[in-house]
């Protein structure tokens, strides 16, 4: 691998493990500041302190975020962009360039397709060209890829979702992301097709924090490399705790019940 690539994806995945905790917050693009985006510095301290390696946002964001003290955490640009405004809500396009992110000191940049979109073509082009310069440049490239669209049964089908990330890895991507299947077995159908990381997105908000770590959990033990969660962190009733069991999950091999024990200590 490109040494550019190498140094940069180090500071995103735990060198013991090969896996990561990315917290994005590129949410506020597609529909707004919701809760937990308000007050982005506030929420990147927050999950920061919790042990996420890796915050994921606009070109925008990092002038109102980035901490510039205390424990690092590693940034990843986000390139791809539409709004729930549009009546083509899955039609991404590109609003960044690999550039933007090398100048904003990113460690990687991520792009986001909605296979099965009547777009799909553009998003396929698009993803195809990133890579090209991620690649000259030796920048990491997160694709995180959906199935969206009218011939799509369901974007949870692990065989549609095993689509998705082996067309992110055929194209050129470095990490993956795609939702997680609900069971470890069909989601090890999906790690099995990929040499390179798969982490798994949150979804809307789930309501018990041990669905969260369950998840989490049961996605590692099928070969995951980790988390890319957005709402279910940043909408969380304490963001730093829980990313403190999701890291005893990712990192540490906890079980749900240890990590959930986490969660019921008293706060120091
Ligand atoms: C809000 C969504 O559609 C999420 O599923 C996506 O993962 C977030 C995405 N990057 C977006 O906001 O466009
Ligand atoms: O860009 C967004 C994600 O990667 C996943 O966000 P979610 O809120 O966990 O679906």
Known sequence: MNMGKSVRLERIFNRNTGRSIIVP????????????????????????????????????????????????VGLIIHLSASTTLSPFPNAKILVGTVEDGIKLGADAVSVHL????????????????????????????????YARGPKVKSEWDPATVAHCARLAEELGADVIKVVYTGDPESFSRVTEGCCIPIVIAGGPRMDSPRDIIQMAHDSISAGGAGLSMGRNIFQAEDPTRLVQALHAVVHMDYSVEQALALLEEPKL
Request: charged share 25%; aromatic share 2%; hydrophobic share 35%.
């Open 25 to 72: 917050l590129d949410h506020g693009t597609t529909v707004g500041p919701i809760q937990g985006l308000v007050d982005l510095r506030s929420t990147v301290n927050k999950v920061a302190e919790g042990g996420a390696n890796a915050v994921l946002m606009h070109k925008g964001l990092p002038r109102c975020s980035h901490r510039g003290h205390g424990r690092d």
């Open 114 to 145: 909605n296979l099965g979109d009547e777009s799909e073509r553009d998003m396929l082009r698009d993803m195809g060209q990133v890579a090209s310069k991620c690649a000259e440049w030796g920048m990491p490239l997160l694709a995180m890829v």
